[in-house]
């Protein structure tokens, strides 16, 4: 079965950093392509990065462009999200997925567990 487990979060100060790791087993990036997701108290899941390493693709949306980046270890099945200049806008529960066509919350198929990002200023 595929699986994930997102990992990384904590309280950071505004203007810190944090890098979030999201360890996937049961499959690889042929089959599966990987999303972060978070989600605010009161908001809807949103998408914060994707990666397609089998397409070597990538998507930000622009509240993450110049602050957020993912990557991934094909080897270790892990992807990651190093997330620099956070704000405290950037507080959420962050979850990673796994999709195979649209990087969207409604096309994720298998999540991991959420991790919980708290940027204080």
């Known amino acids: 079965d595929v699986q994930l487990q997102a990992s990384g979060g904590g309280l950071v100060q505004a203007g810190g950093s944090l890098r979030l790791s999201c360890a996937g087993s049961?499959?690889?990036?042929?089959?599966?392509?990987i999303g972060w997701f978070r989600q605010a108290p009161g908001k809807e899941r949103e998408v914060a990065a994707c990666?397609?390493?089998?397409?070597?693709?990538?998507y930000y949306p622009d509240s993450a462009k110049g602050r957020y980046t993912i990557s991934s270890d094909n080897a270790k099945n892990t992807v990651y999200l190093q997330m620099n200049s956070l704000k405290p806008e950037d507080t959420a529960v962050y979850y990673c997925?796994?999709?195979?066509?649209?990087?969207?919350?409604?096309?994720?198929?298998?999540w991991g567990q959420g991790t919980l990002v708290t940027v204080s200023s």
């Open positions: 997925g796994a999709y195979q066509v649209e990087c969207d919350p409604f096309e994720v198929s298998h």
């Open positions: 049961g499959f690889t990036f042929d089959d599966y392509a």
């Open positions: 990666i397609s390493p089998s397409l070597s693709s990538i």
